[in-house]
């Protein structure tokens, strides 16, 4: 399968970040008509799976486009987000482009924690809510992505017992 970094547009400023993600999209970011091109030639080469993660993919106005060409070419499709631009809208339009699975990341069960890892206040909740909108959207598997380093590591446990409360299929 295919992991596309689709965009390097995104709204925070996560500690851990290897994207190096800007607010703008990058000279080099391929056009839409570039973005579909590719999805046809993964779908050429009999690829049976793409991974969108980015910087941020959601704030991308070429996403659901692409994501409709990969639902029409028969390719399984998930993504990976903070989950904090997700609403019951946006999870309705993935749903109906046959994105099949969402990994939202959290990084602690302490609001504070999370928001200066991401680098935005707030951050924890949006993402949470995020997640509960995924889990009410038929059609979406949720899973839990965290980013365990030395501030977090002792909350692994508290974290599988919060997907698991929560209703993630993954951990």
Known sequence: FVVWNFTNLCNLRCRHCYQDSAHERLPSELTLDEKLRLVDEIAAAYIPMVAFAGGEPTISPDLLPVLRRCRDHGIHTTLATHGGTMTPKLAAALAEAQCKYIEISLDSVHPARHDAFRGQPGMWHRTVR?????????????????????????EVEDMLQFATDLGACAF
């Not at 995020?130 to 002792?154: E, F, K, S, W």
Request: aromatic share 4%; net charge positive; charged share 10%.
């Open 130 to 154: 995020g997640m509960r909108t995924v889990l009410d959207q038929p059609g979406i598997r949720l899973g839990i992505a965290m980013c365990v380093h030395q501030q977090n590591y002792g």
